[in-house]
């Protein structure tokens, strides 16, 4: 049973520019979950997608915007890079989208915007 | 929306010795999660506990669902223990498997 992976691991833009983030799933989970975390605070719920469908999306802008692809892999973009965007992304999968489930996280895509 | 407490923000131990460290949360939760972020920034399952108690080798978690606390002990503890530790709820009004991180907890065990 492989666990969570995301790519790149690490990722310098330019403000302005567009970032694609990608992870895939733990086998047999369906759920992707998003998160930022800025540097010295807890993660930051982004969205979330189940079965291909977007289940629920925090308090962030529209330019954050996301995909999941029937092998339930997901990617994470952004728009328009901000300074503030700088921060660790963390990817969860869980199993079932209403059904609260254990999530689990990937290693995270630190992404450094100049 | 829900609000998360963690206590204290920071701990430094001496190898050996044990901790309690706190979670307090504003709603009525079905979803609550504790995990150990190491150096690098991975995030670590510890326990899945939306209520009750359980325990897993040096570490025992309790949650009281209708007091909107949960509490994580670690005993014995370990240079390795280092790191931050986070609680994360999911609240009962929303569907879905969002979770509403704390703060954390910085933890620091010096040998």
């Known amino acids: 049973e492989t666990g969570v992976t995301q790519s790149p691991t690490h990722l310098i833009k330019t403000r302005g520019q567009q970032v694609t983030l990608r992870c895939s799933s733990q086998?047999?989970?369906?759920?992707v979950s998003w998160y930022q975390q800025a540097l010295g605070q807890g993660p930051q719920f982004i969205f979330q997608y189940y079965r291909e469908e977007e289940n629920g999306r925090g308090n962030f802008p529209p330019r954050f915007s996301g995909l999941q692809f029937p092998n339930y892999s997901s990617e994470l973009n952004v728009n328009a890079l901000e300074l503030d965007d700088s921060a660790l992304y963390l990817c969860?999968?869980?199993?079932?989208?209403?059904?609260?489930?254990?999530?689990?996280f990937g290693p995270g895509t630190r992404l450094l915007v100049l | 929306g829900i609000q998360v407490e963690q206590s204290p923000p920071d701990l430094i131990l001496q190898e050996g010795a044990n901790s309690t460290l706190r979670c307090n949360f504003s709603d009525s939760v079905n979803n609550l999660q504790w995990f150990h972020q190491n150096p690098w920034g991975q995030l670590i399952n510890l326990f899945y506990i939306p209520s009750g108690t359980k325990q897993n080798g040096r570490l025992s978690a309790t949650t009281v669902a209708t007091e909107r606390y949960s509490l994580l002990y670690i005993s014995s503890s370990q240079t390795t223990d280092s790191g931050v530790y986070f609680c994360a709820v999911g609240p009962r009004e929303t569907s879905g498997s969002r979770l509403t991180f704390g703060e954390g907890t910085q933890l620091t065990v010096n040998p």
């Open positions: 969860a999968s869980s199993l079932g989208g209403v059904q609260l489930q254990t999530q689990y």
């Open positions: 086998s047999g989970h369906n759920t």
